[in-house]
């Protein structure tokens, strides 16, 4: 069969209306590794039939890198393999090629301050029906000009969060440990919170716990201890390096069922990502969250975690980008 293939990754920068600018210059260009090939943005394609499209049938990891090196590599690929395990899905490369692979792709688009995805998708069969059998698999690694999900010009003063009617999708239908590409729940989450005029959505599990914010964990800070909730979550990197980062500091921090109640009451409120790293909520369902400006606790973290990723502790050289001990551009 002739597949027919469709354009990825070609847009050209427009005014946004999420009031972000757009990341200008070469992003329509570069290259992308499409099942172990390096090829240039602009012709890389997949088909219209791939599964992940069809479905919502894959899985991803998203990683930055910080001048030159990419921050917990390793954590954010095992991650990913065991995603894909969760999934049955094999990559179209041997598992151990797959670091390189990154690697190779952030060195070819030069970037020191990036924004680096890898994606599996079961691919596309003999027929574009659900049964997975006979998909060959698909897998992309890109890399971008860094970019956080938070408005930087928000991110300063801290954003303003609903708590949706939307509930995160979680056991026993689809385990949020799995990275899929299934975003549609938390994507419809967001989209309550910005019709309720605010910036972020807090989702609640089944059980009525908040559990996440799309493409976020959630931390609170009561009485001078971080919680952060226990279940229905994606595990995330940022999560657990801000527990470490506490541990360090010798502020008291644990995981635990968390309540809008304890949302709603908190002295801090904050949100973790690899893309955007620490994000204060200043207002919840339009009420004020401590004095309603970002919280001593907060800084202390974010100044701790800003140092790790100077440090280079964590971080994987790209090859041909020697770390030239510069922090990545950052809003504050
Ligand atoms: N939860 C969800 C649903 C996410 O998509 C992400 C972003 N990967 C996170 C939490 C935060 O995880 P990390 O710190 O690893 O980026």
Redesign the pocket.
């Given at each position: 069969m002739t597949v027919p293939r469709a354009e990825v990754d070609v847009a050209e920068p427009r005014e946004l209306s999420s009031g972000r600018k757009p990341v200008s210059g070469r992003e329509g260009r570069g290259f992308v590794s499409l099942n172990g090939n390096l090829v240039e943005s602009q012709s890389a394609s997949v088909s219209v039939f791939d599964h992940g499209l069809l479905y919502g049938d894959g899985v991803f990891?998203?990683m930055f890198a910080s001048d030159g090196q990419i921050f917990r590599l390793a954590d954010?690929l095992d991650?990913f393999r065991r995603s894909l395990r969760a999934i049955r899905l094999a990559l179209p490369i041997p598992e151990g090629r797959l670091e390189s692979e990154v690697l190779r792709t952030a060195a070819a688009n030069g970037l020191r301050d990036a924004y680096i995805k890898v994606v599996a998708t079961r691919g596309v069969s003999v027929e574009p029906l659900l049964d997975p059998r006979d998909c060959s698999p698909t897998l992309i690694v890109f890399a971008r000009p860094y970019l956080s999900l938070a408005d930087p010009s928000r991110q300063e003063q801290g954003i303003t969060a609903k708590l949706t009617s939307i509930r995160r999708i979680g056991l026993p239908a689809l385990d949020?440990r799995i990275?899929s590409l299934d975003?549609l729940n938390?994507v419809l989450g967001k989209l309550e919170a910005i019709a309720a005029g605010a910036d972020e959505a807090l989702l609640l599990d089944g059980e009525g716990l908040v559990c996440?914010?799309?493409?976020?964990?959630v931390f609170v800070v009561r009485a001078g201890e971080v919680l952060t909730p226990d279940r229905s979550?994606?595990?995330?990197?940022?999560?657990?390096?801000v527990l470490e980062l506490c541990a360090l500091l010798g502020i008291p921090a644990r995981p635990g069922p968390v309540a809008p109640y304890d949302v709603l009451t908190a002295d801090e409120v904050f949100l973790?990502?690899?893309?955007g790293g620490l994000v204060p909520v200043v207002q919840v369902e339009g009420a004020r969250i401590g004095d309603g400006k970002p919280g001593p606790v907060l800084r202390r973290i974010d100044d701790a975690y800003r140092e790790l990723q100077r440090s280079g502790r964590y971080g994987t050289p790209i090859p041909d980008l020697e770390p030239t001990g510069a922090a990545r551009p950052s809003p504050r």
């Amino acid at each position: 069969m002739t597949v027919p293939r469709a354009e990825v990754d070609v847009a050209e920068p427009r005014e946004l209306s999420s009031g972000r600018k757009p990341v200008s210059g070469r992003e329509g260009r570069g290259f992308v590794s499409l099942n172990g090939n390096l090829v240039e943005s602009q012709s890389a394609s997949v088909s219209v039939f791939d599964h992940g499209l069809l479905y919502g049938d894959g899985v991803f990891d998203t990683m930055f890198a910080s001048d030159g090196q990419i921050f917990r590599l390793a954590d954010h690929l095992d991650r990913f393999r065991r995603s894909l395990r969760a999934i049955r899905l094999a990559l179209p490369i041997p598992e151990g090629r797959l670091e390189s692979e990154v690697l190779r792709t952030a060195a070819a688009n030069g970037l020191r301050d990036a924004y680096i995805k890898v994606v599996a998708t079961r691919g596309v069969s003999v027929e574009p029906l659900l049964d997975p059998r006979d998909c060959s698999p698909t897998l992309i690694v890109f890399a971008r000009p860094y970019l956080s999900l938070a408005d930087p010009s928000r991110q300063e003063q801290g954003i303003t969060a609903k708590l949706t009617s939307i509930r995160r999708i979680g056991l026993p239908a689809l385990d949020p440990r799995i990275k899929s590409l299934d975003y549609l729940n938390l994507v419809l989450g967001k989209l309550e919170a910005i019709a309720a005029g605010a910036d972020e959505a807090l989702l609640l599990d089944g059980e009525g716990l908040v559990c996440e914010a799309p493409g976020y964990n959630v931390f609170v800070v009561r009485a001078g201890e971080v919680l952060t909730p226990d279940r229905s979550i994606l595990e995330g990197v940022t999560r657990a390096t801000v527990l470490e980062l506490c541990a360090l500091l010798g502020i008291p921090a644990r995981p635990g069922p968390v309540a809008p109640y304890d949302v709603l009451t908190a002295d801090e409120v904050f949100l973790t990502s690899t893309a955007g790293g620490l994000v204060p909520v200043v207002q919840v369902e339009g009420a004020r969250i401590g004095d309603g400006k970002p919280g001593p606790v907060l800084r202390r973290i974010d100044d701790a975690y800003r140092e790790l990723q100077r440090s280079g502790r964590y971080g994987t050289p790209i090859p041909d980008l020697e770390p030239t001990g510069a922090a990545r551009p950052s809003p504050r």
